[in-house]
């Protein structure tokens, strides 16, 4: 038409097919950037928080354990002196099948070691009166020595070579090298190792600590204290007696006023100080 202009529709543009709008997304947004960065920070404060608070219940179970101990001892002393026809009776339900020898602890000091109860010895400490017949309702105080045996392949003359069961002994019956075990310490990612000592009739030394002080701490006068150890307090030498022994250990039990357990630790945290199933190489054992 003379002005040179087309009417023809104008050609898409290349390329414009495959672009897309641009939209902002929620995380891209400053203020979801910033929600984020608070619910990161919320979340951090609440492990904060809940570890500060396992550390204080930790912390104050700690602090309690010896209180509660305290308390735990104290009941078990009041129940001591409650010598009640039902504590009688409860310990009437075991057999007693063979009568309870034990030792006063002034001999047991004296002889230096943990005897064998084999006839030749028993008899002259029968004799003597350093073995005695526990009556129940006796005014003597007896504690009952509760224990493994410390030197298991151990055997004498007085063992029966055709019984496999008839090895050991509770007590160390030689000077022993020292011996490196685990503890339940962690440093570095490894148990601490221990080094324990071994020397010929150690738990004797240890009972005869460990009943000195329950002297002192009771007030209880040695010459009204006597011992019930099973080495010696149980037939060693005739398997018929030994049996009646072995079933009336629960009745043995029940007539004695204090258990104490000698043990190779030089000292026992919690929880084996509070819990005789935690006690290393006792616990595990089940003899409490």
């Known amino acids: 038409m003379g002005c040179g202009a087309s009417h023809e529709r104008p050609a898409p543009m290349a390329g414009r097919a495959g672009l897309v709008p641009i939209v902002p997304t929620a995380a891209s947004t400053p203020a979801a950037a910033s929600k984020k960065a608070e619910n990161a920070a919320a979340e951090k404060a609440a492990a904060e928080r809940a570890a500060a608070e396992k550390a204080a219940a930790e912390k104050a179970a700690v602090e309690k354990a010896p209180a509660e101990f305290e308390r735990q001892l104290a009941k078990a002393r009041a129940a001591q002196k409650a010598n009640t ?59 009952f020595i509760s224990h493994t045996w410390w030197d298991r392949s151990f055997t004498d003359a007085t063992n029966d070579s055709n019984n496999p069961y008839d090895v050991g002994a509770p007590d160390l019956q030689a000077d022993y090298p020292d011996e490196q075990r685990e503890s339940t310490k962690l440093r570095d990612g490894k148990f601490e190792m221990i080094t324990y000592q071994r020397p010929k009739n150690l738990k004797w030394r240890v009972i005869c600590a460990g009943v000195q002080r329950l002297l002192e701490q009771e007030g209880l006068k040695e010459e009204e204290v006597s011992l019930w150890v099973d080495w010696q307090s149980i037939y060693q030498d005739d398997e018929a007696e030994k049996l009646k022994g072995v079933v009336s250990l629960i009745r043995y039990a029940t007539l004695c006023q204090y258990m104490l357990v000698p043990t190779e630790e030089a000292e026992l945290e919690f929880p084996a100080n509070m819990l005789p199933e935690s006690i290393p190489a006792y616990g595990s054992r089940g003899w409490w």
């Open 85 to 143: 026809n039902a504590a009688l009776s409860f310990g009437q339900q075991f057999e007693l099948t063979t009568p309870m020898l034990v030792m006063p602890f002034g001999v047991f000091k004296a002889q230096g070691r943990i005897m064998k109860s084999t006839k030749a010895w028993r008899d002259e400490a029968l004799a003597a009166g350093s073995l005695v017949q526990h009556e129940e309702g006796s005014s003597q105080i007896v504690i």
